[in-house]
């Protein structure tokens, strides 16, 4: 197996991690190599926004507001947003196009976010991509400025890897029952 097929075997998501994130600097250099995957007509059709500190908060607000809970159900739900650190969203960013499907722009988006997982997997770090019931929410959109044109995929949950971490590892599977001919 190559490098690549060792470290896409190796991957888990972490749904718990330590405070420790990757730098801005780090960050843009593996967002500059995710930027690489699939993408018709080269449109680019994404974003990634990064949250850390305060703007955690106002996420996890906005996803109580989008809830309609209140009190202490209010608050777990906004504790969610605090689970990491670092969170990326993830954002389709259509743009206009008489070739390139907003499908196939959401996939180009998608891949990035999966391409970014990897390689900050490979590079140490646990993370773990979160969607949920509210992520298309009004007081969610609006929380993350996004443009008409644009929709959140959810976010990559990004800390270092705990000393004794639970991850996710996902059933071998058979892959004769996913791969057909015609």
Known sequence: MSAVSDAIDA???????????????????????AGRVADHGSLRPWRLIELRGDARRRLGDALAEASGRLGDDA???AAKA???????????????????????QDAAAAGVAHALSLLLFDAGWGVMWRTGPFTRSEPVRRMHQL??????????????????SKSSQKAPL?????LSAL
Not at 16 to 30: I, M, Q
Not at 148 to 163: D, N
Not at 174 to 178: G, L, N, R, T, V
């Open 11 to 33: 991957r888990r998501s972490y749904s718990r991690v330590t405070a420790e994130t990757p730098d801005r600097a780090e960050l843009l250099r593996l967002v500059s190599v």
């Open 75 to 77: 608050a777990r739900l």
């Open 82 to 104: 605090l689970r990491a650190e670092l969170l990326i969203a993830i954002v389709a960013s259509r743009k206009e196009s008489h070739k390139v499907y907003d499908w196939e």
């Open 147 to 164: 443009a008409p044109h644009e929709e959140l995929l959810g976010w990559l949950y990004v800390g270092g890897v705990p000393s004794e």
């Open 174 to 178: 058979d892959p004769a029952e996913f």
